[in-house]
């Protein structure tokens, strides 16, 4: 395994994350205490008093991957391998997968260790890139069976995509697994913010249509519980699933067991949470509806068609690491910008999951108009 580069966005994250006031780029939805979630039902609370300390089982507390399974249309808990948050769940998945040589196409701009472990094992990477079509996303399939190669192994998927809220439709997906499967490729579908549709379009997970992809879930995102690190892959490739088993021992060998037992009580009562999310989301977008529109032409507002983020564009040729920085450390609003994505032109995402959004997009805007770029209303 070669060098890995800095991860863009989780050093410029570790800079500001737990300094800066105002979180306006967040991609984990409202979180909760230990509390709140045990008052979900009634015998919560014992149960995570009676949970034990000692080693957990490797693939995951059997109830957990039976819940997780449950989400699926086709898989049973044999089919999931809990993991230590979605990252441990991506590092040992490609360090399984791929060898030095190997294609990899991966969808961009996206989280970047989707891409960049591949890298650092030398594969070749390909970007199928999103293109911005004034007022949205969208992404080309002819681009991506160009793109294809006698080596490829691997096509890499993030949907709800992370940064611009694009998102597969069903018959994507299933156009997707056509052209991987006319060609044996594996998929790798990071499906981490599933359950935020706002359409309230119920998209089916890649690997319930295609048996060599694997899905990605978490609770970090959708379900707002980040501290809990606990994810997950589900797949029907039974072969790979234990070569990555076998990696875990490398790893965190197993997971925590009141994170374990936290995360079966959030998951029981899933639907719910999903719910209150997706709430906050609108509720969110229609705040930044009304601020786009009082900006004049400054933004092209770019809604996510599901999940908490979207990648806005400025109007304006500005640096936007520059931008980003300066609003940061003048107004305490942070923002994500394009260069943490590696990503040209001038972006920047912003989260919509947090309930505290009125107040940062407030301060944001007063930033603005003291810098001269929107008018005082
Ligand atoms: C698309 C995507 N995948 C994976 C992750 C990693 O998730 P976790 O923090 O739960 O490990 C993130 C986190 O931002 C993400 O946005």
Redesign the pocket.
């Known amino acids: 395994m070669g060098t890995l580069r800095d991860f863009k966005l989780e050093v410029y994250f570790g800079r500001h994350e737990f300094s800066a006031p105002h979180l306006l780029a967040q991609?984990d939805c409202e979180s909760m205490t230990v509390s709140e979630l045990l008052e979900f039902e009634p015998e919560a609370e014992q149960r995570l008093k009676d949970a034990w300390l000692g080693y957990t089982e490797v693939p995951g507390d059997p109830e957990l991957r039976d819940l997780v399974a449950s989400l699926y249309t086709t898989m049973d808990g044999d089919d999931v391998l809990v993991h230590t948050?979605?990252?441990e769940a991506?590092f040992a998945y490609m360090s399984v997968l791929l060898e030095p040589g190997d294609h990899v196409i991966s969808m961009y701009p996206?989280?970047q260790?989707?891409y960049e472990v591949a890298l650092s094992q030398g594969c070749e990477v390909s970007r199928w890139s999103l293109m911005d079509m004034g007022n949205g996303w969208t992404l080309d399939f002819d681009e991506l069976r160009g793109l294809l190669r006698p080596n490829t192994k691997l096509i890499v998927v993030?949907t709800p995509n992370?940064p611009t809220g694009y998102t597969l439709n069903e018959e994507e997906i299933r156009e997707l697994c056509r052209i991987a499967s006319g060609q044996g490729i594996n998929i790798f579908a990071?499906e981490?913010y599933k359950g935020l549709d706002l359409d309230g379009a119920r998209r089916p997970w890649v690997a319930d249509v295609y048996d060599r992809a694997t899905s990605?879930g978490?609770m970090?995102?959708a379900y707002g519980l980040?501290g809990l690190?606990i994810?997950w892959v589900a797949s029907k490739d039974a072969a790979l699933l234990d070569r990555q088993l076998r990696f875990k021992h490398y790893m965190s060998i197993c997971n925590s067991a009141p994170s374990e037992c936290l995360a079966v009580i959030a998951l029981k009562q899933g639907d719910r949470l999903l719910e209150r999310n997706r709430e906050i989301i609108r509720g969110n977008l229609a705040l930044a509806d009304a601020f786009f529109k009082r900006c004049g032409g400054l933004f092209a507002d770019h809604p996510p068609q599901c999940g908490p983020v979207a990648f806005h564009r400025m109007n304006k040729e500005v640096d936007m690491g520059e931008f980003c920085e300066e609003l940061v450390r003048k107004s305490g609003v942070l923002l994500l910008p394009s260069t943490a994505y590696e990503y040209p032109g001038p972006y920047f995402r912003m989260g919509y999951g947090r309930r505290n959004f009125a107040e940062s997009l407030r301060v944001f805007e007063e930033h603005l108009t003291e810098q001269g770029l929107v008018q005082r209303g």
Do not use: I, M, W
Request: glycine share 10%; charged share 15%; proline share 0%.
């Open positions: 991609s948050g979605a990252q991506v996206t989280y260790s989707l993030n992370n990071d981490v990605l978490v970090s995102k980040a690190r994810g």
